[in-house]
């Protein structure tokens, strides 16, 4: 038996399959082929990212990027064996209870090895065979093909590596085999993907910083080993010190983070390595500060510098946002968060004037492309006299951590909380449990029977301002109407009214929050005034649908505060950004962490004062049209890294086309994959009823599938679907996905794809599918053109719908 193949490796294996069938909201796997070697398939495991911090620990392993193999049983028990070992997931300093300086200092023991923090993506190299390597980036193997995907470019510099030391692939899968390692190391390609640091030429690579045992425990090399098969196999080596004590640690890092540079290199921080004591050193009053991580492993820590980092990050992102063609250069759509300094708010101005100078110089930004020469040229301009008059401006405006500046600030004695929202994402929830812990006003616009009920509504607003400071105007707001009425109600008070937004901006494919949203509002069932979960029509979908996409996104200008809330957020998150809102803009003092938890269970029990009675169905509810995949991804993000990206190679009739849908406004608002249409029936009558049957679920199952190729001709544009799969076998919902998904039509899975769009609207988009039919059987038609997608796997759950 091979050293590969161990009893407890296997074992962690089941653990994992065990807990996402149990929970596949926490644990999810994919399985992918090889691409060294298509005939074996590796299955990459995905642990939901917050729950890496928990108390207990939810999971079995705290390893992040984690590939397996499945053995034939010979008896003995071992099924699996693990193929890539990523390093245990490991927090900044403070950032978790375990990693504060006095934590550390009792759980874990010297040598303190500091590894000099790259600035790239992580490539995972390991033997796929004795033979054969795998090279994968955090969770996937990706497409091959120069720059088509992290890990074909990892591969693709490795190969450069082997021609320059003139080893091998068999030598170095033959190495890594014996050894049962996984090289860890970092890409960092400013041609490929530009991150915060430039890297020149000769730091331009794969930087190795670790080598794993592919083992359940974490064991890692020490440095010295790294390096030493670095210079052996042709990585760039990572540079490092080793110290004796924390106190060494937290002295030496404080003297870099005050120079910023290190051996003469700009420096973003260190990931200090060291292990965890046997046995740990609990303290009494404090079981939280005791480490996750078992007695005598591996333990990573990292020391990351805010400055000037984190400060080139916010560029970076803002001028993203800016770029995205739903904020079209509005300074407002900036998060508050991102302008706390004045050079963050310097730059937003600076970089809409040059964007309306030239905007050719921006073509590819947001694909990770000329990020670091729009730095320097505003890094430039301010050493310059209008930079620095400017800068010194600001910087006279001092902004609380909610980015107002003391010439925005003024004297409000009252404050409206303001939610911007849509139905389902726990605003009621939030404002209940406020109002629990503050004594705040609050009312309902669902409460308001009047058939005018927003005047009404508006008139309760001011009446509880009256007697309250705070007041909670409990609503969706999500139209600028809805804000502007609040506005206008309260000019007539002695002092101004503060507008505090509590904002669910719809920064995320529309498919997912809608998802998120639909599942809130069916868990919640009855316990509303109006909208109730509509187990057969499905009606709460529609009526979230319309209020995603007649929302309008909110300006900074309309409110004084905006607190950034998200879907995805928990009960207690999103309570603790409300909490943490009141106290540092409002200036309350901050309830105990008993009260928090005290005031989420009032908001859990809540359930409304009055009701209005259900309608009686006049008719059945209706049949859906046809039921689809909603895919939850960007479209246009997708289509600007293959059209916006300098250098890209697309052909001109693609391009033609792409520019007349988007100037026309002719790309698919919901992009969608149809699987079954009603046209088709009786023929597709199975079918038919097995996505009936999933559409009855409280939930619906999570598919996912790989964006396949871009295809054209000169009337529509279209992505063809490949390698559709249910995320985990999971509980019964995902179990009617994949009974879907296995006995799907050989003829319906050769068709599927996404419509991106018309030239015109005379042109039915039905085309689209004649188009990917005609292109997947290898048609000649010269009219047809398809490039290969960059690799990317998206999620999405099966819908009925009526249009």
Not at 269 to 289: L, M, Y
Not at 341 to 368: C, H, M, N
Not at 416 to 436: D, Q, R
Not at 468 to 495: E, G, M, P, Y
């Amino acid at each position: 038996m091979s050293s590969q193949y161990s009893k407890e490796d296997s074992d962690l294996i089941e653990e994992l399959a065990r807990l996402s069938k149990k929970s596949p909201k926490l644990v999810r796997s994919t399985v992918f082929q090889a691409p060294a070697q298509p005939s074996v398939s590796v299955r990459s495991w995905k642990m939901n990212e917050y729950k890496y911090n928990n108390i207990p620990c939810p999971f079995p392993t705290l390893a992040r990027g984690l590939f397996t193999e499945e053995l034939e049983d010979q008896g003995d028990g071992i099924k699996h064996r693990i193929v890539v070992r990523g390093y245990d997931k490991f927090f900044n300093i403070g950032e978790v209870p375990w990693t504060r300086w006095s934590s550390i200092e009792s759980h874990t023991a010297s040598p303190y090895t500091l590894t000099l923090k790259s600035n790239g993506c992580i490539i995972f190299i390991a033997a796929l065979t004795p033979e054969k390597l795998i090279v994968t980036s955090k969770h996937s193997v990706g497409a091959r093909g120069e720059g088509e995907s992290h890990a074909a470019r990892g591969e693709w510099w490795l190969r450069k590596q082997f021609e320059k030391t003139g080893k091998t692939e068999e030598q170095l899968a033959k190495a890594l085999w014996e050894n049962n390692w996984t090289a860890a190391a970092e890409l960092c390609d400013d041609e490929f993907e530009e991150h915060v640091l430039p890297y020149p030429p000769e730091k331009t690579g794969l930087h190795l910083h670790g080598i794993n045992k592919c083992t359940k425990a974490f064991m890692t090399m020490p440095p010295d080993v790294v390096n030493s098969f670095a210079k052996e196999w042709g990585f760039i080596e990572t540079a490092y010190t080793t110290l004796k004590t924390i106190q060494e640690v937290k002295e030496f890092t404080d003297k870099v983070a005050k120079s910023g540079s290190w051996n003469g290199e700009s420096v973003e921080g260190f990931v200090v390595r060291t292990h965890v004591t046997e046995p740990p050193t609990e303290k009494a009053n404090q079981p939280a500060t005791v480490s996750p991580y078992p007695p005598g492993s591996s333990f990573f820590f990292k020391v990351k510098f805010d400055e000037p980092y984190m400060m080139y990050r916010d560029w970076r992102e803002v001028t993203r946002t800016l770029l995205s063609k739903k904020n079209a250069l509005r300074p407002g759509s900036v998060s508050k968060a991102k302008m706390k300094r004045p050079e963050t708010r310097l730059y937003v101005r600076w970089v809409i004037e040059e964007i309306k100078k030239d905007p050719k110089q921006f073509e590819g930004f947001s694909a990770g492309h000329g990020i670091i020469a729009t730095r320097e040229r505003f890094l430039q301009w301010l050493k310059a006299e209008e930079g620095k008059t400017a800068l010194q401006t600001e910087t006279s405006q001092k902004p609380d951590e909610y980015g107002i500046t003391g010439a925005e600030r003024k004297d409000f004695s009252k404050t409206i909380i303001v939610p911007i929202a849509v139905p389902g994402c726990g605003k009621t929830a939030i404002s209940v449990a406020l109002v629990h812990l503050f004594g705040f006003g609050h009312t309902q616009s669902d409460d308001v029977q009047a058939k005018k009920p927003a005047p009404v509504f508006i008139k309760n607003v001011v009446d509880l301002l009256k007697k309250h400071d705070v007041v909670i105007a409990d609503k969706n707001n999500h139209l600028k109407q809805h804000r502007q009425q609040l506005r206008d109600a309260t000019k007539s008070f002695d002092t101004p009214v503060r507008l505090m937004a509590l904002n669910w901006s719809l920064d995320q494919p529309l498919a997912a929050i809608h998802r998120i949203c639909g599942d809130r509002v069916y868990a919640r069932g009855e316990n509303h005034q109006t909208l109730r979960a509509d187990t057969l029509g499905k009606a709460h979908e529609d009526v979230i649908w319309q209020f995603l996409h007649n929302a309008e996104e909110l300006d900074d200008e309309e409110v004084d505060v905006s607190v950034e809330m998200s879907f995805d957020d928990t009960p207690e998150q999103a309570l603790s950004k409300a909490v943490d809102a009141c106290v540092n803009v409002l200036g309350l003092p901050r309830p105990t962490p008993e009260k928090i938890e005290e005031a989420l269970q009032v908001a859990k029990g809540y359930a409304p004062r009055m009701k209005k009675p259900k309608e009686k169905a006049k008719k059945a509810p209706p049949t859906p049209r046809y039921f689809a995949l909603l895919p939850e991804f960007d479209l246009e993000q997708v289509l600007g890294r293959i059209f916006d990206s300098p250098g890209s190679d697309v052909p001109e009739s693609a391009v033609k086309l792409y520019s007349t849908m988007r100037d026309k406004n002719r790309i698919a608002k919901r992009p969608h994959i149809t699987i079954v249409h009603s046209n088709s029936l009786p023929t597709e009558s199975e079918l038919w009823e097995r996505c009936m049957n999933i559409h009855r679920l409280p939930t619906a199952p999570l598919l996912d599938f790989k964006l396949g190729d871009l295809v054209w001709n000169d009337r529509v544009m279209a992505i063809a679907v490949e390698n559709l799969q249910v995320v985990s076998e999971g509980d019964a919902q995902q179990q009617e996905g994949g009974e879907l998904v296995s006995k799907l039509p050989y003829e319906v899975r050769e068709h599927l794809h996404i419509t991106v769009g018309t030239a015109d609207r005379d042109i039915a988009p039905v085309e689209a599918k004649a188009l990917v039919e005609k292109w997947r059987e290898g048609e000649k038609d010269a009219s047809i053109g398809s490039i290969p997608l960059q690799e990317a796997r998206v999620q999405g759950t099966v819908k009925g719908l009526m249009n």
